[in-house]
Nanobody, 124 residues
């Protein structure tokens, strides 16, 4: 059983930056591909990006490509989401998720473990 805890959310002005962290415990972190998702009020949960087990591959949603970057530190059991040039459209609850088999996927149902989420609010 893997537990995931996100941190780093908050209120930021448009054009600003935030870095989210997701700390894992209770499992072998390096065995999991990790994904970041977000959910805005009234909308479905959507894929933001992910990172392979070794960190060599990081696919992103088109909406964040070039602005967001995902990294992981397997020694610290932590995955990061660096967000830049934020806009009000990025306002959402951000979740990290762990996927034990296969590559990073965009479908939330493929992920076995989820964090509780952290709120990111971007003001205009």
């Amino acid at each position: 059983q893997v537990q995931l805890v996100e941190s780093g959310g908050g209120l930021v002005q448009a054009g600003g930056s935030l870095r989210l962290a997701c700390a894992a415990s209770g499992g072998s972190f390096s065995n999991y591909a990790m994904g970041w998702f977000r959910q805005a009020p009234g909308k479905e949960r959507e894929f933001v990006g992910g990172i392979s087990r070794g960190g060599g591959r990081t696919p992103y949603a088109d909406s964040v490509k070039g602005r967001f970057a995902i990294s992981r530190d397997n020694a610290k059991n932590t995955v990061y989401l660096q967000m830049g040039n934020l806009s009000p459209e990025d306002t959402a609850v951000y979740y990290c998720a762990a996927k034990g088999t296969g590559f990073v996927g965009t479908n939330p149902s493929l992920y076995e473990y989820w964090g509780q989420g952290t709120q990111v609010t971007v003001s205009s």
